[in-house]
C-alpha cells in the first residue's frame, strides 16, 4: 500500500543552524501539506502547496520557512535559522484533491539546542 | 478560534467495551476526519465523513455527524488493546483545505 515516507525521523540542531526536512508523498496525490505538532499539544497547519505554489500558509509559517518540491517526488519544508521553539514533531501528508483523506507521514522529531 | 474540540480528554475502558468520543467545532465545514496516533508515532487516518452525510461506517468504527450541533461521535465497538492510542478529529473548513485539529482524546483499553 502506498505511503508517505519522510526523513530523517529524528533531527538534532543547534539554534540558528538551518534544516532541510523532506517528505516523499503518495506518488499520485497533488496536494501536500506541512502540520507540526509540538510536545503535549495538538497539531497545526503549516502550509499547503498545490500545483508548485504555496495555497495556503498559516501565521506560523513565517518568512524562515519555506517549501519547495525539486523534483516529481520530493517534497521539503525548510527551516531557515531555527529556534528552540520550532523544536516539535513536524508531519507531512498528501492527498488526491483538497477535499479528501490526507495521508501522513511518520513524523520527524526536529530538537533544537 | 479553537476547532475540533475532543471529550473526553481521556478514556479508559476494558477490553471488549464499547469507548465513544465526541468533537465539537465552531465553523461551517466541509468534512470532519478522525484520526489515530499511536504515542509518539504518526498520525493514522480512520474515517472521513462529509457535511452532507449523517453516518458512516468502516468496520467496528462508527462516525456520526451533526451539523446542527456542529458536533460528531466517534465509536469504537468491541475495542481490542490494540486500540490504546490517542485519537483526534479534524476538520477542513468550507473556506480552505487545511485540517484543524482538536487536542485529541486518549483512550485505554484495559486487557
Known amino acids: 500500500e502506498p505511503e508517505v515516507t519522510q526523513t530523517p525521523s529524528h533531527q538534532v540542531t543547534q539554534m540558528g543552524q538551518e534544516v532541510i526536512l523532506r517528505c516523499v508523498p503518495i506518488s499520485n496525490h497533488l496536494y501536500f501539506y506541512w502540520y507540526r505538532q509540538i510536545l503535549g499539544q495538538k497539531v497545526e497547519f503549516l502550509v499547503s502547496f498545490y500545483n508548485n505554489e504555496i495555497s495556503e500558509k498559516s501565521e506560523i509559517f513565517d518568512d524562515q520557512f519555506s517549501v519547495e518540491r525539486p523534483d516529481g517526488s520530493n517534497f521539503t519544508l525548510k527551516i531557515r535559522s531555527t529556534k528552540l521553539e520550532d523544536s516539535a514533531m513536524y508531519f507531512c501528508?498528501?492527498?488526491?484533491?483538497?477535499?479528501?483523506?490526507?495521508?501522513f507521514g511518520p513524523g520527524t522529531r526536529l530538537t533544537v539546542l | 478560534s479553537q476547532q475540533g474540540e475532543e471529550d473526553p480528554q481521556a478514556l479508559s475502558i476494558q477490553e471488549g467495551e464499547n469507548a465513544t468520543m465526541n468533537c465539537s467545532y465552531k465553523?461551517?465545514?466541509?468534512?470532519l476526519q478522525w484520526y489515530r496516533q499511536n504515542s509518539g508515532r504518526g498520525l493514522v487516518h480512520l474515517i472521513l465523513i462529509r457535511s452532507n452525510e449523517r453516518e458512516k461506517h468502516s468496520g467496528r468504527l462508527r462516525v456520526t455527524l451533526d451539523t446542527s450541533k456542529k458536533s460528531s461521535s466517534l465509536l469504537i465497538t468491541a475495542s481490542r488493546a490494540a486500540d490504546t492510542a490517542s485519537y483526534f478529529c479534524a476538520t477542513v473548513p468550507d473556506s480552505n483545505y487545511q485540517l484543524i485539529w482538536g487536542a485529541g482524546t486518549k483512550l485505554i483499553i484495559k486487557p
Open positions: 465553523t461551517s465545514i466541509n468534512n
Open positions: 501528508a498528501s492527498s488526491y484533491s483538497s477535499y479528501n483523506e490526507q495521508f
